[in-house]
């Protein structure tokens, strides 16, 4: 069945950086567009980067626009998510999601990140 596993969180310091995983199956990966999103306790869930199926269209709100980079390899069926100048704010959980159409629309379990000194 469809899965995808996040990997890479964990306990981070402010300033530094991050790189975060996402392993996927089940499912043709190179046609769906995949985005990261994250959601803080008593915040709404928030998109961080989404990359298109081929990778030639990414997008990054304003908040990590020269912070953010996402990338996927087809081959490995992965896409991958680096932030650098972390800050306590960027504390959450972090999740793939893969989106092809309303009827094909995936998920992670997610993984937790902490910035914080």
């Known amino acids: 069945q469809v899965q995808l596993v996040e990997s890479g969180g964990g306990l981070v310091q402010p300033g530094g ?36 199926s081929t990778g030639g269209t990414r997008s990054y709100p304003d908040s990590m626009k ?6 996927r390899d087809n081959a490995k069926n992965t896409v991958y998510l680096q932030i650098n ?18 009827t094909n629309n995936y998920w992670g379990q997610g993984t937790q990140v902490t910035v914080s000194s």
């Open 17 to 52: 950086s991050l790189n975060l995983s996402c392993a996927a199956s089940g499912f043709t990966f190179s046609t769906y567009g995949l985005r990261w999103y994250r959601q803080a306790p008593g915040k709404e869930r928030e998109l961080v980067a989404l990359i298109s």
């Open 66 to 71: 020269g912070r953010a980079t996402i990338s």
């Open 85 to 102: 100048s972390l800050k306590p704010e960027d504390t959450a959980v972090y999740l793939c999601n893969a989106y092809r159409s309303k």
